[in-house]
């Protein structure tokens, strides 16, 4: 994708993809566990490139141990804890102009699963 043009219509093509404004797109995603995920999928840029952010909540700031969320995320290969607007988030963060679908898709799915999984284990509610 050489564009976040390109991956917008990427998305919309092979998924229900919201768009929440030009640089958001929410998916939910039903899952195994029978958990509702949410995954956004933010237009990020810094000097010289444009990024894709790969975002799903564990759970709100005040029912979470970020130790222990920051223990079980250690044994990932993917991801970094975030927190934003009340929200503990697991991230992960790829540049634009190499990435293809089948990275997209990893990624998207690897964050996903991974924040189901501590939400879970942490015992919070899919927000």
Do not use: C
């Not at 970020?66 to 975030?82: D, F, M, N, P, S």
């Not at 992960?92 to 690897?110: D, K």
């Not at 964050?111 to 999984?117: P, R």
């Amino acid at each position: 994708m050489a564009s976040w043009e390109e991956l917008r219509e990427f998305m919309h093509s092979n998924w229900s993809v919201r768009d929440l404004d030009e640089r958001h797109l929410q998916l939910v995603f039903e899952l195994p566990s029978r958990r509702a995920q949410t995954v956004l999928i933010e237009h990020a840029s810094n000097d010289e490139t444009d990024w894709v952010k790969f975002k799903s909540p564990i759970g709100e700031l005040t029912e979470i141990d970020l130790w222990t969320a920051g223990e079980k995320l250690a044994q990932k290969v993917v991801g970094g804890l975030i927190v934003e607007d009340e929200y503990v988030v697991v991230t992960n963060a790829l540049p634009l102009s190499s990435l293809g679908g089948n990275e997209v898709v990893e990624t998207m799915m690897r964050v996903t699963m991974i924040a189901d999984e501590l939400g879970a284990a942490l015992g919070t509610e899919s927000p």
